[in-house]
């Protein structure tokens, strides 16, 4: 998307939006889900990022914003992790929309070393000097109340960081897992949790039952806002030994079931065929598609089918837009 | 190097050392990094590179937050704020006792780690993991992983306890996690059929743990940790990986330069004060993590 097709779309669903509050917002698709055309992260697209956020009346004057990437592992030519370019782009625009500070923080699944996460140079060297960068691993927890029905856990410990923060961002990559389809901004609330008291994986999750634990977390954990990363994204055995998939889109909003489900179809999954996200549905409104207004460009335009495990290709379809 | 010229070596490095001190709540804990509050694997990986620098005396705050940090069964978790959780660390309190000759509190925290045991379960079609092994788990109720068996393995290994059952089941234990291809990470080797990737720092920790039991094993994942050598960047990494081949009587000269080199460095946001005390007790040459 150029910058006068952006404006246009702009304006475009600016009048979108007030015809739904005229009508007492009581249109069927009242979900705002984003997709942008990023096909490639040298360009700079942080205002483009910041002109969503704004629009999505996210409150960053003055703010402390917490982004969330997936650093779950590392390996230097596997995109398993969310591109530290779309950390910086998306940092840039917290900043040029007010934010008092902005902090990248995980808390990585299996590599217990942040060095591969947080600390990596790589991601320093990128980012504004005034973005800090925590391991939340190896750090105080805030004990929360487990607002959710299914893993029967009383708390959560919460990482301070995220519970401290006035914005928090789930920032995932796109891509495939070979336990629950799919990884997106809702599976990426894991990485809130120090491992220090759940442990490298974080297994108490896991035994709890994985779609369980990611509702839960997704009832609970205070997240305001999901980006998630599908400009390469990963597909086949993801998590981690999976293969690069292009799609070239960022998809963006407030609802993070909306903006799964996009992005799983996007990926070629209904959403309505991954468990975890129909559990997440009982409590969140955004699995159907036709509750969600896209905006910026229609997710159809980028539908691409990845490859999955086996026993997940019967949760793909052909057509889901 | 001369006698003189290693004296003053050793004097300059515990001069640093003595500047992780600085670091100490007023609680007498460590924290990971400055302005947070204390934990106890700082804290005990302090009093161990105290005693490994020969300063044990000069670590008596840190001591004296272990000793009221302890749990009434023999554990230590996190801090004072969460006592029931992070009791993956009762190993470094029976490794630091036994080294301040506190024989009692070693013996109870043996004990607990003892007790504690991995959940055990039916084989998988989707790893190859030998799931009837009992291993130590991070969190209790949960499998079993490598790091937390390798801690544990060292703290009865430390205490003499190598024959223990406990401790042959823990390195066989270990054994079955090393990924075909050499070395180890967080516990998985093979699932739906991928062979995993490795972590230097979990390979280097699990071969400290099984010692000279399986030569051929651990010859074939030193090499591997030799040949990667280039590739490790990160204090704890090389902290672990000196120890490591230090133990095995490889070289660890270049490992050894790359840690010196990050604990002079400033400190910046990224300081993790328990990887700090990791890279003093690399440097120090002297064994605390094994007999």
């Known amino acids: 998307m150029n910058r006068r097709q952006f404006l246009r779309w702009w304006i475009g669903s600016l009048g979108a939006v007030g015809l739904g509050r005229f009508t007492g917002g009581c249109t069927a698709r009242s979900l705002p889900v984003t997709v942008l055309n990023v096909p490639d992260l040298d360009r700079d697209f942080h205002r483009d990022f910041a002109r969503v956020l704004a629009q999505d009346n996210l409150a960053f004057q003055g703010k402390r914003v917490l982004l969330k990437p997936n650093f779950v592992e590392f390996h230097q030519s596997r995109p398993i ?175 993070l079931l909306a903006v799964d489900g996009t992005a799983a179809r996007i990926m070629g999954f209904d959403p309505r065929r991954i468990p975890y996200l129909v559990k997440a549905g009982s409590h969140f409104s955004g699995l159907r598609e036709r509750s969600i207004a896209y905006r910026g460009e229609h997710p159809s335009r980028f539908a691409t089918k990845f490859g999955c495990l086996p026993q997940f290709a019967k949760a793909q379809k052909d057509s889901l837009f | 190097m001369g006698r003189a010229a290693d004296k003053n070596a050793v004097d300059a490095m515990n001069l640093q050392l003595t500047s992780l001190l600085d670091h100490l709540n007023p609680d007498g804990g460590m924290p990971y990094a400055p302005g947070m509050p204390s934990f106890s694997e700082p804290t005990l990986l302090t009093i161990l590179a105290f005693v490994a620098a020969g300063e044990a005396p000069r670590a008596q705050a840190p001591v004296e937050w272990a000793l009221r940090n302890r749990n009434a069964d023999g554990s230590i978790g996190l801090n004072r704020e969460f006592p029931d959780e992070g009791k993956w660390n009762t190993p470094l309190l029976a490794m630091a006792m036994h080294h301040i000759g506190r024989t009692a509190e070693r013996e109870a925290a043996l004990h607990h780690i003892l007790q504690s045991r991995s959940l055990t379960f039916r084989r998988s079609a989707e790893n190859d993991l030998d799931t009837q092994l009992t291993g130590w788990p991070w969190v209790a109720q949960t499998f079993g992983w490598v790091e937390p068996t390798s801690w544990a393995l060292l703290a ?60 051929s094993l651990a010859n074939k994942n030193l090499d591997l940790l030799e040949r990667t050598i280039p590739e490790m960047r990160s204090l704890s990494t090389c902290a672990l990986v000196c120890l490591c081949l230090a133990l095995h009587g490889r070289g660890t000269d270049e490992l050894r330069r790359r840690i010196q080199a990050v604990l002079a460095e400033p400190e910046g946001d990224s300081l993790n004060l328990a990887h700090s005390a990791m890279g003093w007790i690399a440097l120090s040459q002297r064994k605390v993590l094994t007999p």
């Open chain 1, 81 to 255: 992790n969310t591109d530290i370019r779309l950390i910086a782009q998306i940092s840039e625009a917290c900043l040029s929309l007010g934010a008092k500070e902005v902090i990248v923080g995980e808390a990585a699944g299996h590599r217990r070393d942040p060095w591969y996460s947080v600390y990596h140079p790589s991601l320093k060297n990128i980012l504004d000097p005034k973005v800090r960068c925590v391991d939340m691993n190896h750090g105080p927890a805030v004990r929360v109340p487990n607002k959710g029905p299914y893993t029967g856990l009383s708390h959560f410990y919460v990482s301070a960081p995220v519970v401290n923060a006035d914005v928090v961002i789930s920032m995932p990559k796109m891509k495939t897992h070979h336990w629950m389809g799919v990884t997106l901004s809702m599976k990426n609330l894991f990485g809130t949790l120090p491992g220090i008291f759940y442990g490298w994986p974080k297994n108490p999750l896991h035994v709890r039952g994985i779609d369980n634990s990611i509702v839960d977390l997704a009832l609970t954990v205070p997240v305001h806002y999901a980006v998630v990363d599908g400009v390469t994204g990963m597909e086949g055995d993801g998590p981690i030994m999976g293969t690069a998939r292009h799609v070239g889109a960022v998809v963006m909003g407030k609802n």
């Open chain 2, 156 to 215: 009865l290994r430390l205490a003499g306890k190598d024959n223990h059952p406990r401790a042959l089941e823990g390195r066989r234990f270990l054994e079955d996690r090393c990924i075909p291809e050499g070395g180890w990470n967080y516990g998985n080797k093979v699932l739906f059929n991928n062979t995993l990737m490795p972590f230097w720092d979990t390979t280097a920790l699990a071969l400290l743990a099984l010692g000279e039991s399986n030569t």
